[in-house]
C-alpha cells in the first residue's frame, strides 16, 4: 500500500462547482503539504501544515482552503472551481527534521470545464 | 527570498553515455538541497540529498550530484545513462537557517535515446 494516498486520482468537473481533494498518510509525519504542478511552472506550494493545529498559507493559496483532520489526514478544497485551476495536484508528507526529504501521493490530476 | 534554477527544460543523452542535468539555487543561509523524479502518472520520488559534508553525494539508481557552493551549483550525474532514467526530473532547495519550506525548479525532462 502507498504510503502516501490521494483520493481521487482523476476528477472532471464543471465551473462553480465545490470539489475536494483527500490526502492520507501512513508514514507517520506531522508535516504535511499541498502543491499543484503545471508545465513549465515545477511545483507551487498552495497550503502546508506542520500539525493538526498549525496551517499556513503557501505561495497560491488564493481559492483554495484546507482542513487538517487528524495527524493522517489532509484535505484541500476549492469553493468555486474555475477552469484556470485546472491542474495535477499533489500531497507530499515529511518529517520534522528540516534535512528530511518529502514523500508524495502520486497525484490527482483535476480538469475544470 | 531562496530560489531554483533548472536551465535545461529537457536534456537528451544516448544510452550508455554520461548525464548530467543542471541546476543554481539561491538561499540566504546554508542549503540543504534534493533531487526528485517523476515517472509518468506518479509523484515525486526523492533521489538524492545535500546537507553537509563531502561535495559528491551518491543517491538511488547509480545518480550522483556534485555540490559547488562558488558557483551556487548542485547538477545530477550519471556515468552511464539507460532508457529507463527518462522521466522529469526536479531540484530543490530549503534554507537551513530557518525558512521553513522547500522550493522547487521547474523541472528537466531527461530523454534517454536507446
Known amino acids: 500500500d502507498a504510503d502516501v494516498t490521494q483520493t481521487p486520482r482523476n476528477r472532471i468537473t464543471k465551473t462553480g462547482k465545490r470539489i475536494m481533494l483527500e490526502c492520507s498518510q501512513t508514514k507517520g509525519h506531522d508535516r504535511m503539504y499541498w502543491y499543484r504542478q503545471d508545465p513549465g511552472l515545477g511545483l507551487r506550494l498552495i497550503y502546508y501544515?506542520?500539525?493538526?493545529?498549525?496551517?499556513n498559507k503557501g505561495e497560491i493559496s488564493d481559492g483554495y482552503s484546507v482542513s487538517r483532520q487528524a495527524q493522517a489526514k489532509f484535505s484541500l478544497s476549492l469553493e468555486s472551481a474555475i477552469p484556470n485551476q485546472t491542474a495535477l495536484y499533489f500531497c507530499?508528507?515529511?518529517?520534522?527534521?528540516?534535512?528530511?526529504?518529502?514523500?508524495f501521493g502520486d497525484g490527482t490530476r483535476l480538469s475544470i470545464l | 527570498a531562496q530560489s531554483v534554477a533548472q536551465p535545461e527544460d529537457q536534456v537528451n543523452v544516448a544510452e550508455g553515455n554520461p548525464l548530467t542535468v543542471k541546476c543554481t539555487y539561491s538561499?540566504?543561509?546554508?542549503?540543504?538541497l534534493f533531487w526528485y523524479v517523476q515517472y509518468p502518472n506518479r509523484g515525486l520520488q526523492f533521489l538524492l540529498k545535500y546537507i553537509t559534508g563531502d561535495n559528491l553525494v551518491k543517491g538511488s539508481y547509480g545518480f550522483e550530484a556534485e555540490f559547488n557552493k562558488s558557483q551556487t551549483s548542485f547538477h545530477l550525474k550519471k556515468p552511464s545513462a539507460l532508457v529507463s532514467d527518462s522521466a522529469l526530473y526536479f531540484c530543490?532547495?530549503?534554507?537551513?537557517?530557518?525558512?521553513?519550506?522547500?522550493?522547487f525548479g521547474t523541472g528537466t525532462k531527461l530523454q534517454v535515446i536507446p
Open positions: 507530499a508528507t515529511s518529517a520534522r527534521q528540516y534535512d528530511q526529504p518529502q514523500h
Open positions: 501544515s506542520f500539525d493538526v493545529k498549525d496551517i
Open positions: 530543490a532547495v530549503r534554507d537551513s537557517g530557518g525558512y521553513q519550506k522547500v522550493t
Open positions: 538561499v540566504s543561509g546554508n542549503p540543504y
